[in-house]
């Protein structure tokens, strides 16, 4: 090989190197934005359906953080309706280590603030709904489907990402995801399961027009 072709051979090693030393943090294996490990993004005060505003903050002093991406017009959301709100509680008492919690991102009649505030007294939601006009915290998150879960360990870095359970069908459920995921983290450890493709219909985000 010539000195030339060398030299250009190892040029381009070296930008290979660089270029993947210095990327951002690779996105997960279904998340296009986030890996597991990765600290959580933040927000501030979004309005929720008991009339309160919650930002990250809120729940601070908590060792788990469960956010579950959903929304009233999706009817895989409100099948999971139920199972969320079993999971808030068994996990999510006043005094627990565990908060659990859902967002709302979508912007279509059905899902306005108003009507999520008549889904939860319907439903008897004991969890936090919140609802962020902005969609920023879903894009921040990655959220790509409805319902999708986050599970946070108290140093707010993501342990688990994905589907509530390995079925839509209740009675059919073998592996609680989220469920094994808050057990890890309570104990400082990670899941066996990381990772799995949400299955919902898709978050329903702005297009945003090119200027001419």
Do not use: H
């Not at 959903?70 to 005094?95: F, H, I, M």
């Amino acid at each position: 090989m010539s000195a030339s072709r060398q030299l250009l051979l190892l040029l381009a090693v070296a930008a290979c190197c660089f270029i993947t030393s210095e990327s951002p943090l690779r996105a997960g294996k279904y998340n296009p934005v986030l890996d597991v490990g990765d600290k959580a993004p933040t927000w501030d005060e979004l309005p929720a359906t008991d009339g309160k505003s919650y930002s990250s903050d809120s729940f601070q002093d908590k060792k788990v953080l469960v956010i579950a991406f959903t929304c009233n017009s999706c009817p895989y959301a409100v099948d999971y309706e139920g199972r969320l709100n079993q999971l808030a509680q068994k996990y999510s008492a006043k005094d627990s280590p565990v908060a659990v919690i859902a967002v709302n991102v979508n912007l279509v009649p059905a899902d306005s603030l108003e009507k999520m505030k008549e889904q939860a007294t319907e439903k008897k939601f004991v969890f936090p709904y919140l609802f962020d006009q902005s969609q920023k915290i879903g894009q921040e998150f990655g959220a790509t489907r409805t319902p999708e879960f986050f599970v946070l360990n108290k140093d707010r870095k993501i342990v688990y990402m994905g589907a509530m359970d390995d079925s839509t069908d209740a009675s059919k459920v073998k592996q609680d995801y989220v469920s094994a995921a808050i057990e890890a983290a309570l104990n400082g450890k990670q899941p066996e399961t990381t990772e799995t493709i949400a299955i919902g219909c898709n978050v329903r985000y702005k297009r945003i027009r090119r200027k001419n």
